[in-house]
């Protein structure tokens, strides 16, 4: 079993005379910048002049700056940029100014992991991941609470890369939740897996599967869409929530006794072979090779699939069926 690091596990004080530079003020950089700057860290952040980021920045009381600027000023610089523009960004605005005894810190290890940013051997590379949005991150260090996050070590040339990456994490709330410790192999191929095996891929694909049987059968469009996509949310709501036995304790006792005699006929052998294969692909790289081509010719196949899904029957009866429940729509 992993240990949980609390509160007491980190100090704040190693990053007190530290400039931290959050690359990229979006969906985590807002959350994780503003958190570090309400923990008394000195805090810039790096994105285009006058985007929509640049603006969120100074709106949020945050010193913002050139990609170039911040990196060349700052002492910890984390990156929280897109997958896709990592490497390039790094390269060209960064990497000039990876000085000796520097921090370079990510949320995602994909870049580190399949070598597209391979740092400077004098530096500090570290992980420190929330697992959960940005908005999350924020409101609940707002509320005191905090987010679980993951941390790691790549590179760890001062001696204290690991002191550093928990005061970050305590600097954004995690520690308030706990922190466990990982790698960067590990924590990639894990995040990969989980959306291509179960979060995005395999849900979608079975949701489709599901609605897809039901029409064939005759059913009513909107009758399989309640079905196999609406109600959805109830039972992983209440799985997020208390496990696999708060959600069978709170569904029929004809709904719990279908699922458990009948689910492994759904995921079974040959989708576990499947699994298996996906899994071997992220572990060798040749899924990270597929994705980074695929980037770099300007996603010409991921378009492609989002219109063909955005063209299947079920994206039309839910909008319909959902415009028939505006609170679907509010935060």
Same mark, same amino acid.
């Given at each position: 079993?992993a ?9 704040? *004080? ?14 985590q950089g ?8 309400d ?5 810039i ?13 100074? #709106?949020d009381?945050i010193?913002?700056?050139?990609v170039?600027?911040?990196?060349k000023?700052?002492d910890?610089?984390?990156?929280l940029?897109?997958?896709e ?14 000085? #000796? ?12 992991r ?5 740092p ?14 940005? *908005? ?5 260090y ?7 996050c993951?941390v790691?070590?790549?590179?760890d ?13 305590k600097?954004i ?7 466990? #410790? ?6 990639t191929?894990t ?5 291509q ?6 849900v979608?694909?079975m ?6 049987t039901?029409?064939?059968?005759g ?7 309640f079905?196999?996509?609406?109600e ?5 709501d209440?799985?997020?929530e ?21 689910g492994?006929?759904i995921i079974n052998?040959?989708?576990?072979m499947?699994m ?11 899924f990270a090779r ?7 010719a300007?996603?010409?196949m ?9 063209e ?5 009866v ?8 505006p ?5």
């Amino acid at each position: 079993m992993a240990k949980i690091y609390k509160e007491k596990d980190a100090d704040l *004080d190693v990053l007190k005379d530290k400039v931290i530079a959050i690359v990229g003020y979006g969906n985590q950089g807002h959350a994780q910048g503003a958190n570090l700057a309400d923990s008394g860290l000195n805090v810039i952040a790096a994105d285009l002049p006058g985007s929509p980021a640049w603006k969120r920045a100074e #709106e949020d009381g945050i010193r913002v700056a050139t990609v170039a600027e911040a990196c060349k000023e700052a002492d910890y610089i984390q990156m929280l940029l897109p997958d896709e523009l990592q490497a390039r960004i790094y390269k060209s605005e960064i990497a000039p100014y990876m000085d #000796e005894g520097k921090i370079l810190g990510f949320s995602h290890g994909f870049n580190i992991r399949y070598y597209q940013i391979v740092p400077p051997e004098n530096v500090d590379v570290v992980m420190v991941a929330p697992k959960g949005p940005g *908005d999350l991150v924020r409101r609940t260090y707002q509320e005191g609470i905090g987010v679980p996050c993951l941390v790691a070590v790549q590179q760890d040339y001062s001696g204290n890369a690991f002191k550093y990456a928990m005061a970050y994490a305590k600097g954004i709330g995690g520690t308030r939740a706990g922190v466990l #410790e990982t790698t960067f192999s590990e924590e990639t191929e894990t995040d990969l897996f989980g959306e291509q095996v179960d979060l995005c891929g395999g849900v979608t694909a079975m949701i489709k599967a599901a609605f897809e049987t039901l029409v064939e059968a005759g059913y009513q469009p909107e009758i399989a869409y309640f079905e196999a996509c609406h109600e959805l949310k109830l039972i992983t709501d209440l799985i997020h929530e208390g496990g696999f036995m708060k959600m069978w304790s709170a569904v029929s006792n004809t709904a719990e006794y279908g699922g458990l005699t009948r689910g492994e006929r759904i995921i079974n052998e040959e989708s576990r072979m499947a699994m298996e294969e996906i899994l071997a692909e992220i572990q060798s790289g040749e899924f990270a090779r597929e994705w980074i081509l695929e980037s770099q010719a300007g996603l010409p196949m991921k378009r492609s699939l989002e219109q063909l899904e955005s063209e299947h029957l079920i994206e039309e009866v839910g909008a319909e069926l959902r415009a028939m429940m505006p609170w679907l729509g509010k935060k």
